[in-house]
């Protein structure tokens, strides 16, 4: 009897920290559930961030690339206008760069870009009116 009185007490007091240890084990998981969550969306959050204000070298590679290839196909000649709106163009990108800031990065990016399209736009124009004046008939 007196062991049962005592397995009584033994389980009563076990069940209580055990509840108790059960209560710590749940604030401890949903506070590393919460911090790990904070966690990944800090970490995103800089991520995307460093993105965002990161200057645009490869853009602006691209846009003297495609400016030195159309001044290669006789665009100095041929496309005068949009060769040098490219150019003006990249040298926009040039100085939002200087000025730095993620804003003006953004500008950069997005100057750099068009440049690039309009030098493009120049080589096709010249190579175009290249091809015509090769495709006439000689007098």
């Given at each position: 009897m007196l062991i049962n009185v005592l397995d009584a007490k033994n389980r009563r007091q076990h069940t209580k920290r055990s509840a108790r240890f059960r209560g710590i084990s749940q604030v401890i998981?949903?506070?590393c559930t919460g911090f790990l969550k904070c966690l990944c969306?800090?970490?995103?959050?800089?991520?995307?961030a460093a993105c965002a204000t990161a200057p645009p070298v490869q853009e602006m590679s691209d846009a003297r690339q495609a400016i030195a290839a159309a001044k290669e196909a006789g665009a100095e000649q041929l496309a005068v206008g949009q060769l040098d709106e490219a150019e003006e163009l990249l040298m926009k990108a040039e100085k939002y760069l200087e000025t730095g800031?993620?804003?003006?990065?953004?500008?950069?990016?997005q100057a750099a870009i068009n440049a690039k399209k309009i030098a493009f736009e120049a080589l096709l124009a010249s190579r175009s009116a290249r091809d015509a004046v090769d495709?006439?008939?000689?007098?």
């Open positions: 998981d949903r506070l969306v800090t970490s995103v959050l800089g991520f995307v800031g993620s804003g003006n990065f953004w500008n950069a990016q495709s006439e008939p000689a007098q």
